[in-house]
């Protein structure tokens, strides 16, 4: 269970290790590629030059420039939403909205699977915190309804309107308890889809603020690559949502999309945002032409699809059992194992062969889910793929150890 930091050349689908071994890259979330485009790189030089390394400030006090505001317009119309707002991360994203919406005497319903940084954004908050079975409504209805019940009192609203306003503070009466459903758009270790519509049905019911992080959709899904949101048809449906520029995107930095009026809220409320230093120029530029980039040109979502199919086709003739996607192609394959030795060992194996995986353990993944992650790239070719299948091939069945 022992983690150790590892040392790699680049970012790019094939890397060199701090021991000389030149690997195939599949642990890398740039999904599309867009970290080695020479456009992206062509437009973090030019920010450097014009702007410098840093912003100097918080984004409250003098930290915005023209390119934050730039990116957030274009990032808030790719998204189709009214404003946009940059952080340093995603994970800290996750933690300004939710800490500045909820509060005590609040409720946020997450699904089992989120990742970590929403459990632990939900938990600052100060709101009562439950989860759901993943990608199950059963509970989560229950969850809503004696919420709902046992804070009877007129509706406020889940809109723009209703969730502007301070936070709530347990002596705070000057509006009714809010209930929040917060879920990924797709699950990292397990490659799946939440059922959006399903759940702004529940929202809407229950008169509750709908948020997703679309941080492994945002770039790959929908017709204009916008995420999940947008291929599932509720845009207007979902009140918040975050998104990274870690991933697709092919940089760093957390991005907030909603409604002005909540944006608004969290620029005033949110200490991830009040009390730290606002992404560099360079960083706000990547992202604005990453998503002009995206939007030009589909042929890299496209191609990932392409090579998910084929390392999924591959390795099924071999005889894995791979958890079910559902309707769309995610570039994230799990190898799921069993224990934490038996993922050590096929990493070790797969390494041995010339492919860089990361295997997963608890706490990240639940005990006896172990697994190796194996996550795609639209720059790499059909023999990378290939490669992978050969050497996956024969692991599906009986133990395995690791050498350490």
């Known amino acids: 269970m022992l983690r150790r930091l590892h040392l790699v050349s680049s970012a790019g689908p094939i890397v060199t290790t701090g021991d000389g071994k030149q690997l195939l890259n599949f642990t890398s979330n740039s999904y599309l590629g ?83 940084s929403l459990i632990d954004a939900a938990r600052a908050s100060g709101a009562e915190v439950r989860t759901f079975p993943h990608l199950t409504t059963d509970k989560l209805q229950r969850l809503l309804q004696r919420h709902n019940s046992a804070n009877a009192s007129p509706n406020i609203s ?28 797709v699950f990292s270790m397990d490659g799946d889809t939440a059922d959006l519509p399903a759940l702004c049905d529940l929202a809407q019911q229950f008169d509750a603020v709908m948020v997703v992080d679309e941080a492994h959709g945002t770039g790959l899904l929908g017709e204009t690559g916008s995420g999940l949101c947008e291929a599932q048809n509720v845009l207007g449906k979902v009140h918040v949502t975050i998104s990274t ?18 944006i608004d809220t969290i620029v005033n409320h949110a200490r991830p945002l009040i009390y730290t230093t606002a992404i560099p120029p360079a960083q706000a530029a990547a992202i604005d032409q990453a998503v002009t980039l995206i939007q030009a040109d589909p042929a890299p979502r496209q191609r990932v699809q392409q090579l998910t199919l ?12 791979l958890i079910p996607q559902g309707e769309f192609i995610i570039p994230i394959i799990p190898l799921v194992v069993g224990e934490a030795q038996a993922a050590v060992a096929l990493a070790e194996h797969l390494y041995a062969h010339g492919i860089l995986a990361a295997p997963i353990r608890p706490p990240t993944v639940s005990p006896g889910s172990s697994r190796v992650r194996l996550s795609l790239r639209a720059d790499m070719q059909d023999d990378h793929i290939d490669r992978v299948i050969q050497a996956a091939s024969g692991f599906c069945d009986g133990p395995i150890q690791p050498k350490h």
């Open 34 to 116: 867009l970290n080695e485009h020479p456009a992206m790189k062509a437009a973090v030089v030019a920010a450097v030059n014009e702007l410098g390394t840093g912003s100097g400030a918080s984004l409250l006090v003098s930290g915005r420039l023209p390119i934050h505001a730039k990116a957030e317009r274009t990032f808030a119309r790719f998204k189709h939403a009214q404003a946009a707002l940059l952080l340093p991360s995603g994970y800290t994203a996750n933690l300004a909205a939710l800490t500045a919406l909820a509060g005590p005497g609040d409720l946020i319903c997450l699904d089992k699977l989120c990742h970590a």
């Open 158 to 185: 889940a809109n723009a309107c209703g969730l502007a306003g301070d936070r709530r503070s347990p002596s705070d009466n000057a509006r009714p308890p809010r209930r929040f459903i917060v879920t990924d758009s």
């Open 245 to 262: 520029a870690s991933k697709a995107l092919g940089g760093l930095g957390g991005i907030i999309t909603a409604a002005q009026p909540i």
């Open 310 to 321: 084929r390392l999924r086709n591959g390795l099924k003739s071999q005889g894995w059992k």
